[in-house]
Every structure is written in structure tokens, then in C-alpha cells.
């Protein structure tokens, strides 16, 4: 299929739903982790002028989930055919280029799009600023242990630190091989900037923001969420170990 001015992609995940301009904007935000809610995936040619006001009055900006499915009618894109992503074997069965104007209830799965891991950081400041460290955490999609890391980073701010944070994680996935990574953290500054929700003012972090958004680029899949300090616990502690590290230290712990 074409990706030409006037199409779109709807892409359904759970219970929400998000409207994107380009493939290349779809791709990156239709999270592979097995831990996800099914996801489904489909292109429209063009988009009506009713329908792009509603979505634009429920909040639906920069292609963000905002909306619910129990909110949209089964036809308020028009047509709708099915994009060519990866699918789950159960769904290959369908022609790839059928029509379909399906209900929302009916899922295309999407299947795990090369290799994939969770990312958890964090950044602790002695003294904001003082002395800091940034922390890191690598798991498996079931949740199992990949690799703890920790880096020193001399005097910095707690903003900064978890800058650092998330770049050490997003670096050792890249080297790793790995194409779609899930990253949770408990700043929602770092992901509220990074999701371009908040415009970054500081410039002390506009460039660590610049490196962040580098590598998240370079996966095929990449999602961000926010989440609460007790859910972070392992990437703190990596991050308040690495305070006493010397700047530019970084230490890695590789579970066997």
C-alpha cells in the first residue's frame, strides 16, 4: 500500500485509540511487548472532515492514545483496510488486502516485532545539584532480569540524572540488538518531554533530550510511560548506587 498525503492509520491498543499521519509515526508508537493489550492496525485513504473535528474535539493531537473505543462508532473512519504489519498466525488466514469496515471488538493481533525488552530509570541528585548517578534496568518481556546498570556522573541535577538515566538504558538495548523497547520511569518530566507533550525550556537538558530522542529513534518500536516511585524501585537503586561511582564510571551487572 501507499503512503500518500491523504491517508491515515487507526491503530486500536486495549481500550484506547490513536489517529496517525504516516506509517513511520504508526510504527514507532504500536508497543511489541507481549505484556501489551492486543493491537490492531488499519490504513484509511481519506480521512472525513466530520470526523477529523470530533477527533480533534475529544483531545486527539501529535497522534497521541486519547480517545476511548467505546466512543467511536464501528464507521466513523469510512473504509477501512487492513495495514501490512507483522500479524499473529491465527490471523494470516484473512486476505491481506480484503476491505473491511470491522466492529472495534474485532482484533488483528499484532506479533512481536523483532527483539524486544522493558527499560526502567531513574537519576538521583545528592544535593540537586550534587553529586549524582544515573540508574538503569533491562528485563526480558516476561519480566525476568536482564541487566542492572549504574553510572556516575559527577554534579548534576536530578533532571539531568534521569536524562542519564534513560540514555544508559537506551544505549545498552541498541548495543544489545534489541529493535522495540517499553521504557518506564517515575519522571514524568523526562516522559512528558519525551512523548512531546512538554516543550523542554531548560537548556541545561535540551541536549541530553536531543540524545534521548536520537536513540529513541533508532527503534522500530518504542513506547514511554509514567509511573508511580514505589514501581521504580530497582532503577533507584541503581541510580543512588551510582552516585558514589566517579564521573563516567558505569558498572553492569549481567544476570546469568
Known sequence: MKDDKESFFVVRKGDLVGVYKNLSDCQA??????????????????????????LLSCGIRNALYSIRASDLTGDIFGTLVPCPFPQHPSAR?????????????????????????TLEFDGASKGNPGQAGAGAVIRSNDGSMICRLREGLGIATNNAAEYRGIILGLKYALGKGFTGIQVRGDSNLVC??????????NQNISGLYEEAKKLKDRFISFEINHVLRDLNSEADAQANLAVDLAEGQIQEEIDK
Do not use: H
Open 192 to 201: 512528558m518531554q519525551i512523548q512531546g507533550l512538554w516543550k523542554v525550556k
Open 93 to 117: 488466514g484473512e486476505p491481506s488486502g480484503e476491505t473491511m469496515t470491522k466492529k472495534w471488538s474485532q482484533e488483528v493481533a499484532w506479533s512481536d516485532y523483532g527483539r524486544t525488552c
Open 29 to 54: 508508537q504500536v508497543g511489541s511487548s507481549i505484556c501489551d493489550p492486543p493491537v490492531s492496525v488499519y490504513k484509511g485513504c481519506s480521512m472525513p472532515k466530520d470526523t477529523e473535528k470530533y
